[in-house]
């Protein structure tokens, strides 16, 4: 990237740093009947490329080698249910949340040494990665997202497992959603 500066004078930076901040701007003919949007593997292309964008955002800030979205080929249906809510607002996509089902956890108290407990084999929604544009974080955005998985499974928040490692700040989110602790695998 910082190679890449000094070819372009820092624009590709600049454009990330935007977005990062800002969200991604939403393309004109994409149409989104609320709020929130979710994203499937057998979406239209245009739906997984945006999905594609925003996955950049976490991988670039939490240096992650993979992208979390990576579904940008031929429509394929997916065994464990893999899909994406976006959120919006003033045109930009703000939030983001990758998901698929899994059915192997432990439950968590959610302080940093301690042990996961014994596992449990329920089916449950499990967040792959959380992401909130940096000007709308401590606003609820990511709350709403974690609450928006539950709902479309058809679970309570506190019953969502999520995808170790969490970082500092999803801990902080998890603990908020659920103070009791938080189911991981
Ligand atoms: C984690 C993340 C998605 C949270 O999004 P968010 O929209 O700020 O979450 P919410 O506004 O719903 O905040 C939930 C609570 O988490 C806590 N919290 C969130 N981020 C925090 C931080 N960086 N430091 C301390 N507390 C934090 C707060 O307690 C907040 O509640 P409150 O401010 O109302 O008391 C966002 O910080 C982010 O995108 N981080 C970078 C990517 C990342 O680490 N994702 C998690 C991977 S598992």
Redesign the pocket.
């Known amino acids: 990237m910082s190679l890449k500066g000094d070819w372009d004078g820092g624009r590709e930076h600049a454009v990330h740093h935007a977005a990062w901040a800002l969200g991604l701007r939403i393309p004109k003919n994409l149409d989104w009947l609320g709020d929130m949007a979710v994203v499937t593997t057998q979406s239209p292309i245009m739906w997984r490329r945006l999905a594609y964008q925003v996955a950049r955002m976490?991988q670039k800030?939490?240096h992650y080698d993979f992208r979390s979205w990576s579904h940008i080929g031929e429509p394929r249906e997916t065994e464990d249910n893999v899909r994406a809510y976006l959120s919006k607002a003033n045109g930009y996509v703000i939030?983001y949340l990758a998901a698929h089902d899994a059915g192997r956890h432990r439950p968590w108290d959610l302080v940093h040494s301690s042990r996961y407990g014994d596992e449990d084999n329920t089916s449950r929604p499990s967040?792959d990665?959380?992401?909130?544009a940096d000007a709308?974080?401590?606003?609820?955005?990511?709350?709403?997202?974690v609450q928006a998985l539950a709902d479309d499974f058809g679970c309570q928040v506190t019953d969502v497992s999520?995808?170790t490692?969490?970082?500092?700040?999803?801990r902080?989110?998890a603990?908020?959603?659920s103070p009791k602790g938080i189911w991981v695998n």
């Open positions: 976490p800030e939490n939030g967040i990665l959380v992401w909130v709308y974080r401590r606003q609820g955005v990511g709350a709403t997202l999520w995808s490692p969490v970082s500092d700040a999803g902080h989110l603990r908020r959603v």
